[in-house]
C-alpha cells in the first residue's frame, strides 16, 4: 500500500476559502484526467468479477490504463491565479463527488447551482456504469463526473480563468452558479 499527503502553510490574508462568495458567482468545472481517487473498490470489484474488462477499449486505450492514470495535479495551472480579483474559492472533488465537496467552501447563506447535463462525462464512466449496473445517483456521489475540481469565481473572472485553464492544459467549463440557500449544493438535470 502506497499512501501519500501534502501540508501547506499560507499567509492568513492570502486563503482562498471562500468567504468572499456572493450570489451570481459562476461554478466552474476542471476536468479530470479519469478516476483521480473515486470508486477504486469498485473497480477493483469488477476487475475481479470480469478480468477481460482490463483490455476494454475506452477511447483508444485499455480501460486498465485509464483507471491507473496518475491523478492530475492542478496546483502549476492554478498557482498563477493566486491572488487575482474575482476568484472566490476552490474544492478538489473527491469522493462524495461534487455535492460533498463544493459545499465546504459555502458560506452558511448560498447555495451552488449545478447542472449535471454540462458535466463533460469520461467515456471510462460509462463503462464503470454499464459494466457494475450502477444507478446515475451513485455514479454522482461516488465518482467526480469528469471534475477534478470546482473553482468559484465572479462572471466578470470567468473568461481569464477558463483561459488560463486550458492554455495549462486544464480543460476548464461552467457548471452552476451560486444561488440564495442554505450551504447546500444544488444537483439539477441529469448527466448525459
Not at 131 to 146: P, Q
Not at 160 to 169: K, S, T, V, W, Y
Request: overall charge negative; hydrophobic content about 40%; proline content about 4%.
Amino acid at each position: 500500500v502506497l499512501s501519500a499527503s501534502a501540508i501547506g502553510v499560507v499567509e492568513r490574508d492570502r486563503i482562498i476559502d471562500g468567504s468572499g462568495t456572493e450570489e451570481g458567482d459562476v461554478v466552474l468545472a476542471v476536468a479530470s484526467n479519469s478516476l483521480h481517487t473515486n470508486g477504486y473498490t469498485l473497480v477493483r470489484k469488477l476487475l475481479d468479477d470480469n478480468p477481460s474488462l482490463k483490455e476494454t477499449d475506452v477511447d483508444g486505450e485499455s480501460f486498465l490504463d485509464v483507471v491507473m492514470r496518475p491523478h492530475k495535479c492542478y496546483y502549476h495551472a492554478m498557482r498563477e491565479l493566486f491572488g487575482q480579483p474575482g476568484l472566490k474559492a476552490f474544492a478538489h472533488i473527491t469522493g462524495g463527488g461534487i455535492a460533498d465537496n463544493l459545499n465546504r467552501v459555502l458560506p452558511a447563506s448560498l447555495d451552488a447551482s449545478v447542472d449535471l447535463s454540462l458535466l463533460r462525462v469520461p467515456a471510462v464512466f460509462g463503462v464503470i456504469r454499464a459494466e457494475g449496473k450502477v444507478s446515475d445517483a451513485d455514479m454522482v456521489r461516488t465518482f467526480n463526473g469528469g471534475v477534478g475540481l470546482a473553482v468559484v469565481c465572479s462572471p466578470a473572472a470567468e473568461p481569464a480563468i477558463i483561459d488560463h485553464m486550458q492554455r495549462n492544459g486544464c480543460p476548464c467549463y461552467a457548471i452552476g452558479k451560486i444561488v440564495t440557500g442554505s450551504g447546500k449544493v444544488q444537483l439539477n438535470g441529469a448527466v448525459a
